[in-house]
């Protein structure tokens, strides 16, 4: 089939870094190719050279006439416009079908009339999407089309290009949407390209499987150069020929080594960890919550223990930003309590990144001043700091404002995982992330020996991560599903969570039991057994993990096992029945902390 667009040999340098060096592009009628790669590799400006936008320093472009292509930015601009109608109707030709627009605009929630100037993210990505489908091109090029959208809108999306007649090139950190679409894979790593016939559920085997033996090779090729070094200095003279021929293939390999690109780094992820919370780190008991007229939350209960992975999910909209600043403690509710457990110290790090002063340099971002970065209780210099997540020693002046998306996204992790915390809280954390930093972020999540909660769309993210997820069932009411985003779907037997959805789930949430004495619930107000309680339990959870310490101190004497197995035996059980016991105790004064906020509230 005679490709509709041919990029070859393209070679692109900013400043002094050569971005593209050879990188090759062929897109066929009805394709569907993923291009995947680093933050930085040059994935979106090839997709620029070949919609025409920017041109490559050498290389070239060939288009079959009448072909015809629509580009759909990482970042819309719709300032020169008065409504999102005008700037679709301006993306459109006399041909186009302007129905279909209108026809979009309804499905994804806007009208034509709204004033760009106050569209939220999510809502110009949606009226630039409709823009670019319209069209009905022979070739969509769409850079990160999922960003700032919502879980309902990115499976319109994936529907609506699954039955496109375009061909598709797609660039996008979410691994679920390209699975899902794509059929090809165009790698671009180190300035070059390289393509597997197969989509991207094959492509990270693929692409390990490559850079192993791209290691192999490195390392034969050393230890031919290491022999070659030794003939020349040791080796017994033969043929003058022979000599200065060994000598140019010994200069040849030297020189293939020196070229080779040595692999991109990987995003060095270390989190301050603070002092171990209590079990209970969250009760909520039917709390409820309105803004105006409209009803956020009503009557739930909620549980969060000590190292639980608590996904909340939902369209933009459905309330999930208020419900945690409720479930965090900077709302009161209106109905209903909420109670933070014993040893809290939360971490928030919010991917809208609004704590970013965009004026500020990137080295002041990180140590507020001065040369080193606290991580906790350590210090480490700014600028290696950087380095382990990817800055360029260039960059240490550079204004907030002039680093990309994902650039912005690893300072944001930076910042937050300088303090120490038992309790992350992560608002949106995939956004603009490349998949690398997206696996050891992963890996971190998993290796936080605290407890998690996670508002994402992301829902590859959410089943790698997630050990329950919070979802809207409408009208204020929220449940709680066993697992991640998938196992959701598989108990609640729907599509992705959405307002409009009234179905029962197939599961309910736990509620927390909350018990007091008879006479409370006759009078209305603590009894004296639970008074002395409330002010008795925490001197007693105190005492009770003290003797924990200090157990957990004998225990992990070398050799104790070995030299006294009966001793052993009879501290481990000591520990395990006082570990009961402090547990009880904080569930109980928790439970009874929620009563008497409750009592005093009515």
Known sequence: ???????????????????????????????????????????????????????????????????TIRYLPQEPDLSEFDTVSDYIDAGLGPSDDHHAATLMLNELGLTGTENPS?????????????????????????DEPTNHLDLPAIVWLEKRLGRTRSALVLISHDRAFLKALSRTTLW?????????????DAFEDWRDSVLEQEELDRHKLDRKIVREDHWVTH??????????????ELAGLRKARTEQRSLPQNVDITVAEAATSGKQVLVAKEISKSIGERRIVSKLSLKVNRGDRLGIVGPNGAGKTT?????????????????????????????KRESLDLEMPLRDALTDGGDLVAIGDQRKHVMAYMKDFLFLPEQARTPIHALSGGEKGRLQLARGLRTPSNFLVLDEPTNDLDLETLDLLQEMISDYEGTVI???????????????????????????????????????????????NRSKPSTTQATPKFESSKSTEKSGKLSFKDKHALETL???????????????????APGLYETDPKQFEKLMAALTQRQSRHDAA???????????????GG
């Open 235 to 248: 080796g017994v003279s033969g043929r003058r020929k022979r000599n200065v021929r060994r000598l140019k």
């Open 1 to 67: 089939m005679t490709p509709l667009i041919t990029l070859q040999d393209i070679h692109l340098t900013f400043g002094s870094t050569p971005l593209l060096e050879g990188a090759d592009l062929s897109i066929e009628a009805h394709q569907r190719l993923c291009v995947v790669g680093r933050n930085g590799s040059g994935k979106s400006t090839l997709l620029k050279i070949a919609a025409g936008m920017v041109e490559s320093d050498t290389g070239t472009r060939f288009v079959q006439p009448g072909t």
């Open 118 to 142: 106050r569209l939220s993210g999510g809502e110009l990505r949606r009226a630039a999407l409709v823009r670019t489908l319209a069209a009905q091109p022979d070739i969509l090029l769409l």
């Open 586 to 600: 904080e569930e109980r004064w928790l439970e009874l902390e929620i009563l008497r906020e409750e009592l005093e």
């Open 188 to 200: 671009v790593d180190r300035g070059k390209t390289r393509l597997l016939n197969k989509g991207f």
């Open 454 to 500: 996670i508002v994402s769309h992301d829902r590859d993210f959410l089943d790698r991560t997630t050990t329950s997820i919070l979802a809207p069932e409408g009208n204020g009411r929220w449940l709680e599903y066993a697992g991640g985003y998938s196992d959701m779907l598989a108990q609640r037997g729907s599509a992705p969570v959405d307002e409009k």
């Open 538 to 556: 925490p001197a007693e959870i105190e005492k009770l993990a003290g003797e924990i310490d200090k157990l957990n101190r004998v225990l992990a």
């Open 323 to 351: 419900l945690l600043r409720v479930l965090m403690g900077d709302l009161e509710p209106d109905a209903g309590a909420v109670k933070l457990g014993l040893n809290l110290e939360p971490l928030i790090i919010d991917q």
